[in-house]
């Protein structure tokens, strides 16, 4: 390594974006030290839904032979009302010169990191990886970052990165303020073995109605047929033992498929959770040596599968410039600040904006406005034209470009610094 850094970043959280932005940096033999609270990866019900732009990083980072294998291509998604059907089908193959992966590849995220932590114990020499170290304080000074962990370790480094997720004690102790809202109603993901593609469903829907909407995808889980998800909001008032409860779960899934063919019978369900949903970014990304990534610098509604997207691409933009450090010598303070000026008004105008725009047409009440924007969409949706512009926002092809054409030096994008909820109706 040619450039004058040697003391390792330490990287805290190893989620999706943690683990994206140490293979970035093994990548290029950066010393890199990647601290895990848990004993292990961690297992839940959460994203399963990669875009094109996401794919192509990935697939940079030497994993894409082996998603490919592992994934549900969906090359085609659907916006569907819950009483009328399909409104509008989009096709990614539109974006077939925009992207070498003109699909969603459907994958669950705790079926990713494996991936991703097997190329770096493989092939990533320079990547240290600790599990059970949970990480208790942070400081920085001119020379560096000093981390303390509950077993009494204490590291330094030369950076520091927070990928630890929503409550990022790295974002504490940044004294950052996550601004935005947090919605009242909690979502429930359910998974049926059920096959919705038999009802002409695309392997990823969206379903209007004011009481019942829903997101449905298919995910690979053990295999081939895989699983059917379907995520909707439940209502705030209602605790969570009840809107779990299988008899509620199957009383929403039949109203939610009612109109679909669905001839009564019980879904077969294999899991089921609930989650509060927010709307919040960062309103800093980096403050000298530490920096944030991922769900610890925002979160959003998962309506558009941006969250999981959006903190792959802030790993592979933040390990490019750490790299540029550690090889070339770039001075940091640069860099930093052009990290937050690309990743942080994007995740604002993009991410923040498409997630609460596409929550708020699925829930729409009034019946004028919803057939308004269903017929919008049906009429982007029937022109090549419109459709690939509709589709190079959805595919988040557009905020990545945008991203990178933030230059260093330039003004800052003028974007609001802070969200407000759409008004209750
Ligand atoms: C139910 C649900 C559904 C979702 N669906 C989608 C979707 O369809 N599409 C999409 O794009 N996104 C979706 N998301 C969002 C997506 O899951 C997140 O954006 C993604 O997990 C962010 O990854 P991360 O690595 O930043 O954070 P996390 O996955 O939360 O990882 C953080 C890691 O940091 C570790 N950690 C925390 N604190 C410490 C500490 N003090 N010391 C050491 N380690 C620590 C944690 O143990 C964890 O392993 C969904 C989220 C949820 C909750």
């Not at 705790?110 to 990480?135: A, G, M, N, Q």
């Not at 560096?144 to 409550?167: I, M, W």
């Amino acid at each position: 390594m040619s450039g004058v850094e040697s003391k390792p970043v330490i990287i805290v959280g190893a989620g999706p974006t943690g683990l994206a932005l140490a293979a970035r940096l093994g990548m290029d033999d950066v010393p890199c030290i990647l601290l895990e609270a848990e004993p292990d990866l961690t297992v839940d019900l959460r994203a399963g839904s990669f875009h094109p732009p996401t794919i192509e990083m990935l697939t940079e980072l030497g994993i894409g032979e082996t998603m490919h294998r592992e994934a549900i291509k969906v090359p085609v998604w659907q916006v569907r009302d819950r009483i009328a059907g399909v409104v509008a089908e989009f096709d990614l193959s539109l974006l077939s010169n925009d992207t070498p992966y003109p699909y969603r590849l459907h994958l669950e995220q705790h079926r990713l990191t494996p991936i991703l932590l097997d190329r770096i114990r493989k092939d990533l020499s320079s990547v240290e990886i600790r599990f059970d170290e949970v990480v208790t304080e942070v400081a920085q000074d001119d020379g560096g970052v000093t981390v303390k962990t509950a077993n009494g370790e204490t590291l330094r480094g030369a950076f520091l990165v927070g990928c630890d997720g929503a409550r990022s004690v790295v974002r504490a102790a940044m004294k950052v303020d996550f601004a935005g809202f947090t919605w009242p109603e909690r979502f429930l993901v359910a998974s049926t073995t059920f096959d919705l593609g038999e009802w002409g469903f695309a392997g990823a829907g969206y379903i209007a109605d004011p009481d019942n909407w829903a997101a449905v995808f298919i995910v690979p889980d053990d295999g081939p047929p895989g699983l059917w998800r379907i995520a909707y909001g439940t209502d705030p008032a209602i605790p969570d033992e009840q809107v779990m409860a299988p008899a509620s779960i199957q009383e929403r899934l039949g109203t939610i498929m009612e109109h679909a063919g669905h001839d009564a019978e019980p879904f077969p369900l294999k899991y089921a959770s609930t989650y509060r949903v927010h709307q919040r970014v960062a309103t800093r990304f980096t403050e000298g040596r530490i920096l944030l990534a991922g769900d610890a610098a925002h979160l959003n509604n998962p309506l558009g599968g941006f969250g999981l997207n959006g903190s792959v691409h802030d790993a592979v933009n933040l390990g490019g410039k750490l790299v540029e450090i550690y090889l070339d010598g770039a001075p940091h303070e640069d860099l930093f600040d052009l990290y937050d000026r690309q990743r942080r008004p994007v995740n604002i105008r993009a991410v923040q904006s498409m997630s609460i725009r596409n929550k708020k047409l699925l829930e729409e009440r009034d019946p004028d406005v919803r057939a308004a924007e269903q017929r919008r969409l049906r009429e982007i949706a029937a022109n090549p034209e419109t459709a690939r512009a509709y589709l190079l926002n959805s595919s988040m092809i557009n905020s990545v470009r945008e991203a990178a054409a933030v230059k260093s030096g330039a003004a800052p994008m003028d974007v609001p610094l802070s969200m407000t909820k759409p008004a209750a109706k």
